[in-house]
C-alpha cells in the first residue's frame, strides 16, 4: 500500500542546520506532488512547503521561504527537506504528505520530530 | 492567506448521538469552472499523523465510515458524525485548498466523549 515514511529528526540548536528525508513506497511516485507540513507541540496543522511531481516546481510558506529547500530524487522515490537557520520556532512533527498539485493530502509519513534548543 | 475558522474548539458528546463540526472561511472556496468547493476534513489521534476523512467538502475518502459527512458550500461548511463511536475521539481539521500553495487549516476541534 502506499507508504510514506520519515528520517532525520534530531535535537539542534538555534542557527544550524538540519536535513530531513521522506521515502515513498507502493504508488507511482513521480505522479504526485509531495509537501511536507509541521505541527508545533500542542499546536494545530501547518503547511511548509512543496515541489512538484517532476520537481521543477517548488512553494515554501513564508515562515520558512530563504531559509529551507525542498527537493526529490524520482530515481530513488525520495524526499528531502533541507533546513538551515533553524529557530526555536521551528519546533514540530515534520509530516510529508502526498497530495496533487490542487488537491487535499490523502497520504501521511507518521512524522520526524525536530527540536530547535540552545 | 483565506483564514479557516472551527466552531467549537472542544465538544462532547455522548456514545451514539450526533456530533457537529462548523467551518468558515474568510473567502469562498468554490470554485466556479467546476463548481467545486475546495475543502477537506481531517481527523488525527493522539500520536498519529492526520487521516483524511473528507475531500471536496462532501466526498468520503475510500474506506471512511459512512457515518462520516461533509456538508456545505462557499464559506460554510459542516462535518457530521451522525451517531458517534469511542473510537471517533480525535481532534478535527478542516483544510482549504482554493488557493495554492497557501494551503492553510482551521484551528482544529476536539472531540471527546461525554
Known amino acids: 500500500q502506499a507508504q510514506l515514511v520519515e528520517s532525520g529528526g534530531g535535537v539542534v540548536q538555534p542557527g544550524t542546520s538540519l536535513r530531513l528525508s521522506c521515502a515513498a513506497s507502493?504508488?507511482?511516485?513521480?505522479?504526485?506532488?509531495i509537501h511536507w507540513l509541521r505541527q508545533a507541540p500542542g499546536k494545530g496543522l501547518e503547511w511548509v512547503a512543496d515541489?512538484?511531481?517532476?520537481?521543477?516546481?517548488?512553494h515554501y510558506a513564508d515562515s520558512v521561504r530563504g531559509r529551507f529547500s525542498i527537493s526529490r530524487d524520482n530515481s530513488k522515490n525520495t524526499l528531502d527537506l533541507q533546513m538551515s537557520s533553524l529557530r526555536v520556532e521551528d519546533t514540530a512533527v515534520y509530516y510529508c504528505?502526498?497530495?496533487?498539485?490542487?488537491?487535499?493530502?490523502?497520504?501521511w509519513g507518521q512524522g520526524a520530530v525536530v527540536t530547535v534548543s540552545a | 492567506d483565506i483564514v479557516m475558522t472551527q466552531s467549537p474548539d472542544s465538544l462532547a458528546v455522548s456514545l451514539g448521538e450526533r456530533a457537529t463540526i462548523s467551518c468558515k472561511s474568510s473567502?469562498?472556496?468554490?470554485?466556479?469552472?467546476?463548481?467545486?468547493?475546495?475543502l477537506a476534513w481531517y481527523q488525527q489521534k493522539p500520536g498519529q499523523p492526520p487521516k483524511l476523512l473528507i475531500y471536496?467538502?462532501?466526498t468520503r475518502e475510500s474506506g471512511v465510515p459512512d457515518r462520516f459527512s461533509g456538508s456545505g458550500s462557499g464559506t460554510d461548511f459542516t462535518l457530521t458524525i451522525s451517531s458517534l463511536q469511542a473510537e471517533d475521539v480525535a481532534v478535527y481539521y478542516c483544510?482549504?485548498?482554493?488557493?495554492?500553495?497557501?494551503?492553510?487549516f482551521g484551528q482544529g476541534t476536539k472531540l471527546e466523549i461525554k
Open positions: 504528505a502526498r497530495g496533487p498539485a490542487s488537491g487535499a493530502f490523502d497520504i
Open positions: 507502493g504508488f507511482s511516485f513521480t505522479t504526485y506532488y
Open positions: 515541489i512538484s511531481n517532476d520537481g521543477r516546481a517548488q
Open positions: 473567502h469562498s472556496v468554490l470554485y466556479n469552472s467546476n463548481n467545486k468547493n475546495y
Open positions: 471536496w467538502a462532501s
Open positions: 483544510q482549504q485548498y482554493y488557493t495554492t500553495p497557501s494551503y492553510t
